[in-house]
């Protein structure tokens, strides 16, 4: 939207339900060709991981991943333009992805996103919740989310409203801290050892 250009989503999952490796090869060129007529446009492949890696394919199926990930190359660089399609992958084990798509202009540049920090949780919980909760102060909630991605914080809010539309009233703050993660409550010896442990490290 901030690029003022369409974007074309797919994914292996996408291409594989149209059948055997000819249809998929066939519906990943489609793809790419609906890309070429909205140019310039964003394809975005999702799941990027599930194309699989030459390097470390065995057995019966190794022949159909290489022609898969072969076909793929393909529509990346190919005899056919891609001008005015920017590619992006999205995956969570980049490791898995055959090295030959990391090459330039191919999908050349990786960026890492990490879970989201405090703002960033607090942002995430703002956006989900729709303009419910206003004026509300979001950030011990946020605090208590620490290691959460932003579809758990997603579906504390889901499962927040679901709570409130069964008793039928509006969303309560209540609502999304009986949905957090259980607090563990240590006793005084529990709390020393952690110290101690703790303090071993920082020597």
Not at 105 to 117: A, M, N, V, Y
């Amino acid at each position: 939207r901030s690029c003022g250009v369409e974007l074309v989503a797919s994914s292996l999952a996408q291409w594989q339900s149209a059948g055997h490796l000819g249809d998929l090869l066939k519906a990943m060129r489609r793809t790419f060709a609906e890309a070429r007529k909205k140019a310039p446009c964003v394809l975005f492949l999702d799941e990027f991981d599930s194309v699989g890696d030459r390097r470390t394919v065995r057995g019966e199926n190794a022949l159909y991943v290489v022609e898969k990930i072969n076909g793929l190359l393909e529509c990346l660089d190919g005899v056919e333009d891609r001008e005015g399609i920017v590619v992006v992958a999205a995956c969570n084990h980049p490791e898995f992805i055959d090295p030959a798509f990391l090459r330039p202009d191919r999908l050349e540049q990786t960026i890492w996103i990490p879970l989201p920090d405090r703002p960033a949780r607090e942002q995430i919980l703002r956006w989900h919740l729709k303009g419910a909760l206003e004026g509300e102060d979001l950030a011990v909630i946020a605090d208590r989310l620490e290691g959460h991605s932003g579809a758990d914080i997603e579906k504390l809010v889901r499962d927040a409203r679901r709570v409130a539309r069964k008793e039928k009233r509006r969303l309560q703050l209540g609502d999304l801290v009986s949905g957090l993660p259980k607090r563990i409550a240590f006793s005084e010896e529990d709390l020393r050892r952690i110290a101690v442990h703790e303090a071993g490290h920082a020597i």
